[in-house]
C-alpha cells in the first residue's frame, strides 16, 4: 500500500496540473465573505475578529485516500494605510510525505476595507517544490471598473509588472471563491449562475459558480448540511474547465466550507473541514446524531 502511494504522489508531482495552484484555488474560498462591495458580492457579515479555522487536505485516487496537508484562515481586526480593514492570513503545509515529493511552505494575507467591503491589497508568497514566487496586487476602482497593478517576481528577476483592468467583481485568490460565505442561503435559487474574476499574474481568469441546492456531507461518521455549487474555471493550467471545483458550504449564519474537491490530471484532491474557534454564530450546520 504505501508503495502504491509513493508512486501515486510522483505522478501527481510530475504531472503538468500545477499542484500549488490547485492547493490556493482550493483554499481561496476561506478568505473574506460578505466583506466587498455589494454589487460584486451579496453581503453578510459572518467573520468575526478572532476567527480560525483549520481544514485536512487528502489526495484521492479510486479507492486509495492520503492526506496531503493542512490550511488555516485566521481573520483579525487590523489597519491599512490608515484605513481600517479586515486582515485575513491563510497558511498551507504539505504533509512530510507528500514533502518527499512536492514541499508546499504557502502563505497568503489580504486586506479588505471595513466600512466599503472594497479589496485593497494582497500578498502571495509561494515555496513550492523548490519554486519560490511572490505575488503583490494593490486594487483601486474607478466608476464600474476595477484596476490591480499585478507584480510577480521571484528571487532572480520581475516577472510581471503591469495593471489588469476588469469589470467590477475582479478579486484576488484569498477571496474569489468566497461568492458562498456571501449569499443570502434563504434566497437561493437552485440552477442560479454567479460570475466573477481572478487576477493572477498577467491575466484575469473568469470563474462561474452553479448553485445546485443542498447536500448532506459526511466525515468520519459526523454529517453537516450544506448548500452545493458547482465552480468552472476558464483558465489553460487545468484540464477540465467545466466543473473543475465542486463546493460544499455549511448550511447555518457562518456558511462554513465543509468540503471541497477538485479534479485533477491524475485523481482528486479534497479538503475537509476539521477544527473552527471564534466563530460569529454557532456552529449549527454540524449534525449531532443521538446515541443509542
Known amino acids: 500500500m504505501k508503495e502504491e502511494v509513493n508512486h501515486q504522489l510522483q505522478e501527481w508531482a510530475d504531472s503538468r496540473s500545477k499542484p500549488g495552484l490547485w492547493l490556493w484555488m482550493f483554499f481561496c474560498l476561506f478568505g473574506f465573505a460578505g466583506l466587498l462591495k455589494s454589487q460584486c458580492l451579496q453581503t453578510a457579515e459572518v467573520f468575526h475578529d478572532g476567527e480560525k479555522i483549520e481544514y485536512d487536505l487528502y489526495f484521492k485516487w479510486g479507492l486509495l485516500m492520503t492526506k496531503g496537508g493542512t490550511a488555516t484562515i485566521a481573520v483579525s481586526s487590523s489597519e491599512y494605510k490608515n484605513t481600517p480593514v479586515w486582515k ?79 469589470g467590477n467583481c475582479v478579486l484576488d485568490l484569498l477571496s474569489s471563491l468566497v461568492y458562498t460565505r456571501t449569499f443570502n442561503r434563504h434566497e437561493m435559487e437552485q440552477g442560479r449562475r454567479y460570475d466573477l474574476q481572478v487576477a493572477m499574474g498577467n491575466v484575469l481568469i473568469p470563474l462561474s459558480y452553479h448553485y445546485e441546492g443542498q447536500r448532506i456531507v459526511e466525515k468520519d461518521n459526523v454529517k453537516y448540511s450544506t448548500r452545493y455549487f458547482v465552480v468552472d474555471i476558464f483558465d489553460e493550467a487545468f484540464t477540465q474547465s467545466k466543473e473543475a471545483l465542486e463546493v460544499w458550504i455549511g448550511d447555518d449564519e457562518n456558511h462554513i466550507p465543509v468540503k471541497l474537491r477538485a479534479k485533477l490530471k491524475i485523481g482528486a484532491m479534497e479538503a475537509y473541514y476539521n477544527n473552527s474557534s471564534g466563530l460569529r454564530y454557532p456552529f449549527k450546520s454540524r449534525i449531532v446524531v443521538p446515541r443509542d
Not at 115 to 137: A, F, P, T
Open 88 to 166: 485575513s492570513d491563510l497558511l498551507l503545509y504539505s504533509t512530510r510525505m507528500v514533502d518527499k515529493f512536492f514541499r508546499v511552505r504557502d502563505t497568503i494575507f489580504n486586506y479588505i476595507d471595513r466600512r466599503d467591503r472594497r479589496l485593497l491589497y494582497s500578498v502571495k508568497h509561494s515555496d513550492e517544490g523548490g519554486y519560490y514566487q511572490i505575488d503583490n496586487l494593490t486594487y483601486s476602482y474607478k466608476g464600474e471598473e476595477t484596476h490591480v497593478h499585478t507584480f510577480r517576481r521571484n528571487r532572480n528577476r520581475i516577472m510581471t509588472d503591469t495593471v489588469l483592468v476588469g
